[in-house]
């Protein structure tokens, strides 16, 4: 089998092996080059790792044979060809020692002949790779069904290591303000690669000799994954409630959450929805703060989150565009209808048209806060600054105001906040105009029985003012949003 590695860098091996009982103990394995005709060459800091472990399965020992699999990690320098030899020895049990006979051999070359390899295949991913000349890759963002111009992409580079790579983008400037999103642990967790590394419209990066996969986004990710880890902490909890709103027209489970007072007399409630557009990840991060405060309040002795807990039921549509998530669309000015503009007439989207027939059934005239949670523009006015946007109806703009206020007073997280930032209906974007294509969410909820409050919230991706926006703070923007919702609703009663 095939295995690259460079100089003085763990290659993995995965492998197969049988063991015959009736033998008694050895490990042999070689290691191989096709690079020429060197001899055997000893290399004495081969290891396994881990041990093998050994299950006969029941029956008698003799003549069993067993299917085994095991991860070899051999250290070999890049220059001449190897021959690496290990033994491993132990007892099988009653005394006896068994036996384990294996040759491996690779015709493994440096990593540095590897093909480069730049894709999307996987959750989230969106890139359309052009060419490679040397050490510039020409890329672009995927448009599939986006209308206009938009600006996400999310992709992985494997077969890099320890070259330096410019990768640019021939669509348009769609590297954010605090430059890529890095991962080199396959997307657990990422950082923000910084302004200087970035050109124009292309961006550098150099591959440390361990960097095997390497992922580079617009903002950071967000996706169905995170959610399962999310739930993997709060599952158990008695104020969470997990179901289906409906399949989506690719098949998958778009879920519906229910969180805090679950038995039916919560004195309020709040409807939350995110990913409306797909792409605009950082939402889920402050909506998962938010969420938390509620679902820990009691073990961080959070007073708030207590209330909210005992007295409110929140229903959660963490992705409303969940085929767009997964599949790592845009999301924005989908064809034929963007899912924030599909709440009037037929919805075209089974996930708007099963929230539109579910939440006045649930709301009971007891609904008075919705939010919906959106990122905005990539970079400039109003797009590096959190803010509220406002409708045509002056009474909700007034609570809108009111609501802001608490916010700006409770806010003990890194993100600047404040009201003065929130966009009235009539200026910049926010014009009747920008709903010709059908009715937003917000728009929607504003003439719900009972409801006070129904706006949206936009987050940036990268920058809030001179801050720069992590998982960690858009979370504790999410923990002032429950702050605030706990003072309005407190005084609302």
């Known amino acids: 089998f095939f295995a690259p590695f460079s100089d003085c860098q763990w290659a993995h091996f995965g492998m197969g092996a049988s063991c015959n009982q009736e033998s008694g103990l ?7 080059s096709n690079a020429g005709a060197y001899g055997p060459k000893s290399f004495p800091r081969a290891k396994m790792v881990p041990p093998f472990v050994f ?3 029941g029956g008698k020992a003799e003549g069993h044979s067993v299917g085994m699999e095991a991860e070899l990690r051999v250290l070999v320098p890049a220059t001449p060809p190897v021959c690496v030899t290990h033994s491993l020895c132990w007892p099988m049990g009653s005394g006896t020692i068994r036996t384990m006979n294996m040759n491996v051999v690779s015709n493994a070359q440096p990593e540095v ?27 672009h963002q995927d448009l599939r069904d986006t209308t206009e111009w938009w600006f996400y992409w999310h992709f992985r580079v494997r077969g890099a290591a320890s070259r330096t ?23 657990a967790n990422w950082r923000w690669l910084g302004r200087d590394a970035v050109r124009d419209t292309a961006f550098t990066y150099t591959f440390a000799p361990e960097d095997h996969e390497v992922r580079f ?29 409906c399949r989506t027209r690719k098949g998958r489970e778009a879920e519906l959450l229910h969180l805090g007072r679950l038995d039916g007399q919560a ?4 409807l939350l929805t995110c990913r409306h557009h797909a792409c605009e990840s950082i939402a889920s991060y402050v909506l998962e703060g ?3 405060t509620v679902l820990a309040a ?4 959070d007073a708030s989150g207590c209330w909210l807990r005992d007295n409110v039921e929140f229903l959660v549509v963490p992705f409303v565009d969940k085929d767009g998530v997964e599949d790592g669309d845009q999301g924005k000015l989908r064809y034929p209808r963007d899912h924030n503009r599909d709440y009037d007439g037929d919805s075209v989207h089974a996930t708007t048209g099963a929230l539109r027939a579910l939440v006045p059934a649930w709301s009971e005239g007891k609904l008075e806060v919705a939010l919906d949670l959106h990122c905005p523009w990539i970079r400039g006015e109003h797009n590096e600054v959190i803010y509220f946007v406002g409708g045509p109806d002056e009474r909700n703009w007034a609570q809108i105001q009111r609501f802001s206020a608490l916010l700006e007073d409770v806010r003990t997280g890194q993100l600047p906040y404040h009201r003065s930032d929130n966009l009235p209906f009539g200026q910049g974007w926010n014009t009747a105009e920008n709903t010709s294509q059908g009715r937003s969410f917000s728009g929607w909820a504003r003439d719900l029985p009972g409801m006070l409050l129904a706006s949206t919230l936009e987050t940036p991706y990268a920058n809030a003012y001179d801050q720069t926006v992590t998982p960690d703070a858009a979370r504790a923007l999410g923990r002032d949003l429950a702050h605030a919702l706990c003072r309005y609703l407190a005084e609302a009663e």
Not at 114 to 132: M, T
Not at 177 to 183: C, E, H, L, M, N
């Open 298 to 301: 009691e073990a961080q002795g």
């Open 55 to 57: 299950s006969p399965g």
């Open 26 to 32: 050895a490990f042999a394995l070689m290691v191989t």
């Open 267 to 270: 004195q309020h409630r709040v």
């Open 165 to 187: 790579l410019t990768f640019q983008f021939t669509q348009g400037d769609v590297i954010g303000t605090r430059g890529p999103a890095v991962s080199t642990d396959g997307g």
């Open 217 to 245: 986004a617009f903002a950071l990710p967000y996706t169905e994954s995170d959610l399962k880890a999310f739930w993997a902490r709060f599952g158990s909890s008695p104020w969470l409630r997990s179901e289906l709103l």
């Open 113 to 139: 002949g590897r093909a480069l390899s730049v894709d999307a295949d996987f959750p989230g991913g969106n890139i359309v790779l052009e060419s490679v000349d040397g050490d510039t890759v020409l890329v």
């Open 290 to 292: 938010l969420m938390e």
